[in-house]
């Protein structure tokens, strides 16, 4: 079983650009032992049990109700908007997604690695907070609440990456 891996956010990423703004941006990868596309890993992740309950908050908070089939049309381009979020940006192998606030952003890309007997999947998550003010010398504040979650959010991300990785797993080997 692979194990969740905390890590820089790479070069490349679509949420990367924030790191220059003072967000705070974190990544966090899994390696699934086959090719993923992208559209299965959205589909899978926002699909997951663990999702559904956070979907099912944020449909009670914000009024906003999404279904599996939703998150499907979102995984293949033909929906631009999910739940709170919508695209902010995307392409052939991440997604980036900005909630209505605009206060922070979800990332998924999917990088695949090949060697001469393997090929695996490199599934990666992360989000973006940014800060609430930003000091003239350069110090990001994002907030008691921000602070106050910190930990969850770290457990919480670790626990959403995990639930897509087993969601796939289990679509595998139907």
């Known amino acids: 079983m692979s194990k969740i891996i905390e890590a820089e956010t790479p070069s490349d990423a679509l949420s990367a650009k924030y790191l220059e703004d003072g967000a705070f941006v974190d990544c966090y990868y899994i390696d699934f032992p086959e090719e993923i596309t992208l559209d299965r890993y959205i589909e899978a992740f926002y699909t997951t ?4 309950v956070e979907r099912t908050i944020l449909s009670i908070v914000t009024f906003k109700q999404t279904t599996d089939s939703e998150a499907a049309e979102l995984s293949l381009g033909k929906s631009n908007s999910y739940s709170i979020w919508t695209v902010e940006s995307r392409n052939s192998n991440q997604i ?15 990088k695949t690695l090949k060697n001469e007997e393997t090929v695996i999947s490199r599934l990666f998550f992360g989000s973006v907070v940014v800060p609430s003010k930003v000091s003239k010398s350069g110090h990001a504040s994002f ?32």
């Open 49 to 52: 049990s663990l999702f559904k």
């Open 96 to 110: 980036l997604l900005c909630d209505f606030t605009k206060k922070t952003r979800s990332w998924l890309m999917v």
């Open 143 to 174: 907030g008691l609440l921000f602070h106050l979650f910190s930990r969850f959010h770290l457990s919480y991300s670790k626990a959403l990456l995990n639930s897509a990785y087993k969601n796939l797993l289990r679509k595998k080997s139907t």
